[in-house]
């Protein structure tokens, strides 16, 4: 079996996961867990701020101070639950919107991009392959802690 590591540790540096920001919109620089966020965000209507720090596997301490510069930016809008007090909901606001679109665009291009240079046979088995690994890592107890 080939060194799985070392071709997981050449995909993520590849895929700019080691970069301090993933993207720029605007006049904002998005950090690659800002991203994750804001792409949680757009998929679910109103998310606990526990929620989405379990989905993307923070610890709520670090989640939280992210949390806030993504409202100091104006792209993450944080209301307290009237059902519990202890409790806040995340939405994006208008402009987190409009950023989470444009990341959105630039993942797009830039997989489109990397997708035209195999056959359509080998994306799909790609996809497939990824969908088996990540299938796999949900039923590790290994995966997707949090690491603080």
Not at 2 to 9: C, N, P
Not at 18 to 30: G, T
Not at 115 to 143: P, Q, R, W, Y
């Amino acid at each position: 079996m080939e060194d799985v590591r070392t071709i997981l540790q050449v995909t993520m540096r590849r895929f700019g996961m080691l970069n301090k920001n993933c993207c720029s919109v605007k006049d904002h620089d998005i950090s690659l867990v800002q991203s994750h966020i804001l792409y949680e965000l757009a998929r679910t209507e109103g998310p606990s701020m526990q929620q989405v720090a379990e989905t993307i596997g923070m610890d709520i301490t670090t989640f939280s101070r992210q949390i806030q510069t993504l409202v100091k930016m104006e792209l993450v809008e944080k209301t307290q639950s009237t059902e519990d007090k202890r409790v806040y909901h995340l939405y994006l606001t208008a402009n987190g919107i409009k950023v989470e679109q444009e990341i959105n665009q630039q993942m797009l291009h830039y997989l489109t991009n990397v997708f035209s240079n195999i056959s359509e046979k080998e994306g799909e088995e790609l996809v497939k392959s990824l969908k088996v690994l990540n299938a796999a890592m949900s039923k590790s107890d290994m995966c997707c802690k949090p690491l603080y």
